[in-house]
C-alpha cells in the first residue's frame, strides 16, 4: 500500500486525534489511523444508541444454588444408578446452568466496577471475546431466555398481542400449503415465520442459544425436534407468545394432556394455539381461509377467531383447523376445556375481550 507523508494530505484521526495519512493510489479514503482507532469508534457509536436494557445483580448467587440443585439431582441419579442417558441429561443440563453461571458472575462483576481487561484475564481470553460473549445485551438476553426456562416471566419479553380484527387483512396473495403437513414440519414452520419475521439470522439465534447453526438449522427446518425448553427459548427470542407454540409442539411429540383450568386461561390457551397454526400455514387471509374451508367458515368468523374474540361451535372450529392444515383432534381437548369450564362454573361471565362462545346443543 503506498502511503504518503505529504503534509498537505495529513488529516486527523477523529478517534485518536493523531496524524491520518491518506493513500495515494487509488482505493477508499481511510478513516481512521489504525485498526484499533476503528474499532474504539465502533464501540463509541454503539454506545451512543438507545440505551441496553440490563439484567440487575446481583446474580450469580441465584443461579449457583440452581447449579447446586442440579448437581444434588445428578448424585442422586448416580446413587440409584439410574441409566446412562438419564445421566448425561443431567450432565448437560448442568453445564448449560454452568455457562448462565458464568454469564451471570462476569454481570456482577461489571457492576462492580470491574474492567473488561479484569474480566478477560480472568476468563482467559481477549478482550473483545469477552465484550462480545458477555456483553450487557447478550446476556440480558441470555437471563431472559433462563428465566422462561424456569418458569418465570421474562424481564424483557414482550408477548405477543391477539391480533385486532382491523390487523387481519381482507384478502391477501398468501396462501397455506394444502397438502398434508406433519405436526413436526407445522412447528418448524411457525418458527421458521417468527425467525424471518424477528430479523435474526440462524447464526445470531444460535448464538443466543449457545448451540451451533447447523443444530437450529435443523430445527427450523424440521429435521431435529426441540425440547419445549427450547421452543420457550425461540418463541421469546423472536418476541413470540410460546403459547402460541404449544398444541404444534404437543402434536409433534404425540403428546394429548390438557388438564382443567380457569375459563380465560383456557380460551387464551385455545386462541393461542388457533394463531399458532395459522402462523404455520403463513398466515393465510381470512378470505382465503373460507376458500380453503369450501365456505364452512366465513371469513368474519375466521377474523374473530383469530382475533381472540370468539369461541365458535366445533363444527366451525374443526373446518378452520383443517382449512390451516391442522389436525382437528389436536384442538378438540382445548375446545372441550372451554365449555367444560364455561357450563360448570358457578358464574359464567364471558372474560374481558371474548364476546361469544358457542353452547352445543344438548341431545335429545
Given amino acids: 500500500m503506498n502511503v504518503t507523508a505529504d503534509p498537505s494530505q495529513l488529516e486527523q484521526c477523529p478517534v485518536c486525534k493523531g496524524p491520518l495519512v491518506q493513500n495515494t493510489g487509488a482505493g477508499r479514503r481511510r478513516l481512521y ?3 484499533a482507532c476503528r474499532r474504539r469508534a465502533q464501540r463509541n457509536r454503539q454506545a451512543r444508541r438507545a440505551p441496553v436494557a440490563t439484567v440487575q445483580g446481583p446474580l450469580g448467587a441465584e443461579v449457583a444454588a440452581e447449579v447446586r440443585r442440579l448437581a444434588q439431582q445428578l448424585l442422586d441419579s448416580e446413587i440409584r444408578q439410574e441409566e446412562l442417558a438419564t445421566l448425561l441429561e443431567r450432565v448437560e443440563v448442568i453445564r448449560r446452568e454452568l455457562d448462565i453461571y458464568t454469564a451471570a458472575a462476569v454481570q456482577d462483576a461489571r457492576h462492580r466496577g470491574e ?12 478482550p473483545e471475546t469477552a465484550r462480545a460473549r458477555w456483553g450487557p445485551e447478550r446476556v ?12 418465570a416471566a421474562p ?40 425467525q424471518v419475521a424477528s430479523g435474526l439470522t440462524i447464526r445470531e439465534v444460535a448464538e443466543s442459544t449457545m448451540l451451533s447453526p447447523s443444530f437450529i438449522s435443523r430445527v427450523l427446518s424440521g429435521d431435529r425436534l426441540p425440547t419445549w425448553d427450547l421452543t420457550c427459548s425461540l418463541a421469546v427470542l423472536f418476541n413470540a407468545d410460546p403459547a402460541e407454540l404449544r398444541v404444534l409442539f ?15 386461561a383456557a380460551i387464551a390457551q385455545l386462541h393461542a394455539a388457533v394463531r399458532g397454526l395459522h402462523r404455520a400455514a403463513k398466515s393465510p387471509s381470512a378470505v382465503r ?15 374473530r377467531v383469530l382475533a381472540g374474540i370468539d369461541v365458535p361451535e ?4 374443526a373446518a378452520l383447523v383443517c382449512a390451516l392444515g391442522g389436525r382437528p383432534h389436536d384442538f378438540k381437548p382445548l375446545w372441550e376445556a372451554v365449555h367444560y369450564t364455561f357450563l360448570m362454573c358457578d ?18
Fill in 33 to 35: 489511523c489504525s485498526a
Fill in 115 to 126: 474492567k473488561w481487561e479484569a474480566v478477560a484475564k480472568a476468563a482467559h481470553v481477549a
Fill in 140 to 151: 440480558a438476553r441470555m437471563m431472559d431466555l433462563h428465566a422462561n426456562d424456569k418458569g
Fill in 155 to 194: 424481564a424483557r419479553w414482550r408477548g405477543s398481542q391477539p391480533a385486532r380484527l382491523a390487523d387481519i387483512p381482507e384478502d391477501t396473495a398468501s396462501a397455506p400449503n394444502t397438502d398434508v403437513v406433519s405436526p413436526a414440519n407445522q412447528l418448524a414452520s411457525a418458527l421458521t415465520q417468527l
Fill in 250 to 264: 404437543e402434536a409433534a411429540h404425540g403428546m394429548t394432556a390438557h388438564g382443567r383450568q380457569p375459563m380465560a
Fill in 289 to 303: 381461509i373460507e376458500q380453503l374451508s369450501s365456505k364452512a367458515v366465513t371469513a368474519s368468523q375466521a377474523r
Fill in 314 to 317: 366445533w363444527e366451525v372450529l
Fill in 347 to 364: 358464574d359464567p361471565r364471558l372474560p374481558e375481550g371474548t364476546a361469544y362462545i358457542a353452547v352445543p346443543e344438548e341431545g335429545p
